[in-house]
């Protein structure tokens, strides 16, 4: 079973929808949790960090963190066709700095 | 500010040959690293490197050499190819390799192993 897991989609939407990431791990002693956002053919762009349980906003984009169910989320508000990408969920262990990458959920937004 | 820098883009090679794919950042950043990202499997951590002189390996070292002698420049260097080793490449660099330093990306390059 892998550390972290991610639906790879592809998930479709439409312009103005609400978008739901999310990933669940297995590895309690995570403690950062970091959204990264990929276009295509492009490198990782760190998106969203947030280290405690609970919700952290960044204008359109809300990152949710339940630690007691292992379990994240990205919502994206009123989603553009220029969110199009791939998003990957990160993860740091405790005392080790390791850091972990989910595999990644291609998203796009049609007009 | 270039950022992080990636070169070649695209390379095709066959078995056995060797390359070096070259990283250079200019932020001024401790921590480098290199990854590989493969279908179905993100992004894996293949070396790292704390600083000039220091380097480590990460989740997936077999097959590759880093070396780092400056700041600025973080070679990873693939000894003799192998089919396996098709991927795409990303360096990456940090302040530092604490949590909560933001590591910023090069466009990749693209490798193809025949």
């Known amino acids: 079973q892998k550390e972290v897991e991610q639906d790879p989609g592809p998930l479709s939407v439409p312009e103005g929808a609400i978008v739901s990431l999310n990933c669940t791990y297995s590895?309690?002693?995570?403690?950062?949790f970091m959204w990264y956002r990929q276009y295509s053919r492009k490198g990782p762009e760190l998106l969203m960090y947030?280290?405690?349980?609970g919700n952290k906003e960044d204008g359109r984009f809300t990152a949710q963190v339940d630690k007691s169910s292992k379990y994240i989320s990205l919502f994206i508000r009123d989603s553009q066709p220029s969110d199009s990408a791939t998003y990957l969920c990160?993860?740091?262990?405790?005392?080790?700095?390791?850091?972990?990458f989910g595999t990644g959920t291609r998203l796009q937004v049609f007009p | 500010n270039a950022g992080v820098t990636q070169t070649p883009k695209f390379q095709v090679l066959k078995t056995g040959q060797s390359m070096t794919l070259q990283c250079a950042q200019d932020?001024?950043?401790?921590?480098m690293s290199w990854y590989r990202q493969d279908p179905g499997m993100g992004l894996r951590l293949i070396h790292y490197?704390?600083?000039?002189?220091?380097?480590d390996q990460g989740e997936v070292p077999n097959g590759y050499n880093v070396s780092r002698s400056t700041t600025e420049d973080f070679p990873l260097r693939l000894l003799s190819a192998a089919p396996s080793q098709t991927s795409v490449y990303f360096c990456?660099?940090?302040?530092?390799?604490?949590?909560?330093?933001?590591?910023?990306f090069g466009p990749g390059t693209r490798l193809t192993v025949l």
């Open positions: 990456a660099s940090s302040y530092s390799s604490g949590a909560a330093d933001t590591q910023y």
């Open positions: 590895n309690s002693a995570f403690q950062y």
């Open positions: 947030t280290y405690s349980s």
């Open positions: 990160a993860m740091i262990e405790r005392n080790t700095d390791k850091l972990i």
């Open positions: 932020m001024n950043h401790e921590y």
């Open positions: 490197s704390v600083g000039a002189g220091i380097t």
